[in-house]
């Protein structure tokens, strides 16, 4: 078992960042890929973006791509969204999801998920 907690929502005006953490307990988070989803107000929860075990290989929702980065340091059993130049349809509950293999996170979600950070987005 793996516990995910999220950290780094907030509020911020158009244009902004924001920075997300999700850190991992209970197991190493180096053996699992990991992903970022979204759910807004009264919208289905939505894929953000991706990253393999290793960090080599990423993957991103076209509506954040060129806008959005994940990263890992495994080492610090954490994993990163870097959200730039933000938009108003950005706000959502933002969740961290684990998972043995990048095509679970991509197909299907997470085995394991954090309990969501808020971002809410002024225009």
């Known amino acids: 078992q793996v516990q995910l907690v999220e950290s780094g929502g907030g509020l911020v005006q158009a244009g902004g960042s924001l920075s997300l953490s999700c850190a991992a307990s209970g197991r190493s988070f180096s053996g699992y890929a990991a992903g970022w989803f979204r759910q807004a107000p009264g919208k289905e929860r939505a894929f953000v973006g991706a990253i393999s075990v290793s960090g080599r290989d990423t993957y991103y929702a076209d509506s954040v791509k060129g806008r959005f980065a994940i990263s890992r340091d495994n080492a610090k059993n954490t994993v990163y969204l870097q959200m730039n130049s933000l938009k108003p349809e950005d706000t959502a509950v933002y969740y961290c999801?684990?998972?043995?293999?990048?095509?679970?996170?991509?197909?299907?979600?997470?085995?394991?998920w954090g309990q969501g950070t808020q971002v809410t987005v002024s225009s």
């Open positions: 999801a684990a998972a043995d293999r990048t095509n679970t996170i991509l197909t299907s979600g997470g085995d394991y």
